[in-house]
């Protein structure tokens, strides 16, 4: 990853890419520092801090959604790996409907919000496939599954995390679609843009996260949505070219109450929200 070393000012843009194409390793190596300030060169030779913003000021959406319950671990499933996607818009050129996703995080004992952690999150697309692992996630037959067909392994090889923790993917093609990283605020909160996620077989319609604090991995779950908007979301393109949806919350092995986002309409989508309760110092509570 070349550096620029020409010492021309540097916008806001090529900050955003650069700050994209510096990497999870380094990302994590900067908030480790405590201070909140810790800095980094990017690939344009520029030095930046790795503080989240946001649109706008998102803490009055969470009003009324706090909480100090430990939020449910789940395994990491079999597709997760370090996508090296420092960005907040991680839909590529994924169609599908928009979802603005908002999370929290705090500490689970002092329920103070934890800024400077690392919230990463990863998903399939509308046919159910994996970036980094389309092969895997057809059902390992190498190639997209015939239209309408599901798609994803069989339960007993569940990629959603209900298998057993399997560690982190080895990538077997060079896409990151639907992947991306982000540093909490000061309230503890970072935004992705994406698209709503599509199904796979054995599992109900999810997101993975996992939260790293000072270069821990002190959480790792999965968020869910309401049926009645899962439909609706299905019932549209590109999402109706996909028949034959097997399993849904009330049947899903993984599936808690807590783990629903509260979801609205928003512009052309969703904005979907959700607190996060993270057990920062790894003590167990």
Known sequence: MGHDHEGQRVSRRRLITGISSLG???????????????????????????????AKDLTSIFAGANTCALTATTTQGPYYFDADKIRSDIREDKQGVRLRVAIKVQDSETCKPLGNAVVEIWHCDAAGLYS??????????????????????????????????????????????????????????????????????????????MVHFSSERVLTTQVMFDEKLNSAVMAKAPYAEHTGRDTFNDDDTIYKDGMLMKVTEEDDGYLGVIVFAADSDKDGA
């Open 24 to 54: 999870l390793g380094g990302l994590l190596a900067a908030c480790s520092s405590g201070s909140g300030t810790a800095s980094v060169t990017t690939s344009t030779g520029a030095t930046v801090t790795p503080q989240a913003t946001t």
């Open 132 to 209: 980094g692992a389309e092969a895997q996630s057809t059902g390992g037959g190498g190639g997209n599954p015939p239209s309408g067909a599901p798609t994803g392994p069989p339960p007993s090889g569940d990629p959603g995390g209900g298998g057993g923790d399997m560690g982190d993917l080895k990538p077997t093609d060079d896409k990151r679609y639907l992947r991306g990283a982000q540093v909490t605020n000061s309230d503890g909160i970072v935004e992705f843009t994406t698209i709503w996620p599509g199904w796979y077989r054995g599992r109900t319609i999810h997101i993975h996260a």
